[in-house]
């Protein structure tokens, strides 16, 4: 049980070139919903959950986020100066610093009904992936699990023989995996700078260090990478709205 997570990471160095007009003005954490940027939405929930520590990892614009910290007081903000040519690994390599328990991770572009974080604290599993059901979105990221342990994960569909699910790009993890997946990511950095945290580095190491999953309840989520999936978080932004008490 690792109920007593108290540290957050949040990836949000990414330029956005998908988002068109949109990603040349700020970055995609400071879309806004309703009348915050995402990424405030993913604060609120996360210190509403006891997390006391959420480092972002900065890059493109980075600016916009070291003003947040005016407000929330919880915020460290970490630099990848090599946004443009790296990947979300290296970006959550950026935060090794920081990083000495297990904490939650997740991406900054993400809107989700704020429940789920404290979902996800409170599963018994040191390591584990949120997952929604089939969204037809754009973009997916197909997760495999045999004897439920993840086993594959990968916007290839034809890779994932019996999808379980799609990550949304939330997960708890634990600081003895994040040690692992650095380890791999460091051998392998000089050849492959964009690797990704959860396709390449956590599916790797998933072979022998057991990352479960955790089913959202419902499918009230969305990831902004373009104008279409900007579409589509609107409405599924309303349908958070009208859910809440």
Same mark, same amino acid.
């Given at each position: 049980?690792?109920?007593?997570?108290?540290?957050?990471?949040?990836?949000?160095?990414?330029?956005?070139?998908?988002?068109?007009?949109?990603?040349?003005?700020?970055?995609?954490?400071?879309?806004?919903?309703?009348?915050?940027?995402?990424?405030?939405?993913?604060?609120?929930?996360?210190?509403?959950?006891?997390?006391?520590?959420?480092?972002? +990892?900065?890059?493109?614009?980075?600016?916009?986020?070291?003003?947040?910290?005016?407000?929330?007081?919880?915020?460290?903000? !970490?630099?990848?100066?090599?946004?443009?040519?790296?990947?979300?690994?290296?970006?959550?390599?950026?935060? &090794?610093?920081?990083? =000495?328990? =297990?904490?939650?991770?997740?991406?900054?572009?993400?809107?989700?009904?704020?429940?789920?974080?404290? &979902?996800?604290?409170? !599963?018994?599993?040191?390591?584990?992936?949120?997952?929604?059901?089939?969204?037809?979105?754009?973009?997916?990221?197909? +997760?495999?699990? !045999?004897?439920?342990?993840?086993?594959?994960?990968?916007?290839?569909?034809?890779? +994932? *023989?019996?999808?379980?699910?799609?990550?949304?790009?939330?997960? *708890?993890?634990?600081?003895?995996?994040?040690?692992?997946? @650095?380890?791999?990511?460091?051998?392998?950095?000089?050849? @492959?700078?964009?690797?990704?945290?959860?396709?390449?580095?956590?599916?790797?190491?998933?072979?022998?260090?057991?990352?479960?999953?955790?089913?959202?309840?419902?499918?009230?989520?969305?990831?902004? =990478? =373009?104008?279409?999936?900007?579409? &589509?978080?609107?409405?599924?932004?309303?349908?958070?709205?009208?859910? &809440?008490?």
């Amino acid at each position: 049980m690792s109920q007593g997570i108290t540290k957050a990471v949040i990836l949000a160095a990414g330029m956005g070139l998908r988002m068109k007009e949109m990603g040349e003005e700020i970055p995609k954490g400071f879309i806004r919903l309703g009348n915050l940027p995402i990424i405030e939405h993913s604060l609120k929930a996360l210190i509403s959950c006891g997390i006391d520590e959420i480092i972002i +990892v900065t890059g493109y614009k980075g600016e916009h986020y070291e003003h947040l910290k005016e407000t929330y007081p919880q915020i460290k903000t !970490v630099e990848n100066a090599k946004f443009a040519e790296t990947g979300t690994m290296y970006s959550l390599w950026c935060a &090794r610093e920081y990083i =000495d328990s =297990d904490f939650i991770l997740l991406e900054s572009d993400l809107i989700y009904a704020p429940g789920e974080i404290a &979902r996800i604290i409170k !599963v018994p599993f040191s390591d584990c992936l949120l997952l929604s059901g089939t969204t037809h979105a754009g973009d997916e990221v197909y +997760v495999e699990a !045999v004897e439920n342990r993840v086993s594959q994960i990968s916007k290839n569909r034809a890779q +994932v *023989k019996n999808p379980v699910g799609e990550y949304i790009g939330i997960a *708890k993890i634990s600081q003895s995996l994040y040690s692992r997946i @650095n380890q791999l990511a460091e051998s392998q950095f000089d050849t @492959n700078p964009k690797l990704s945290y959860d396709m390449d580095c956590l599916v790797q190491v998933a072979k022998e260090h057991p990352i479960h999953f955790l089913q959202m309840n419902g499918s009230d989520w969305a990831e902004i =990478d =373009d104008l279409t999936q900007l579409i &589509r978080a609107q409405k599924v932004w309303q349908r958070i709205k009208a859910k &809440r008490p």
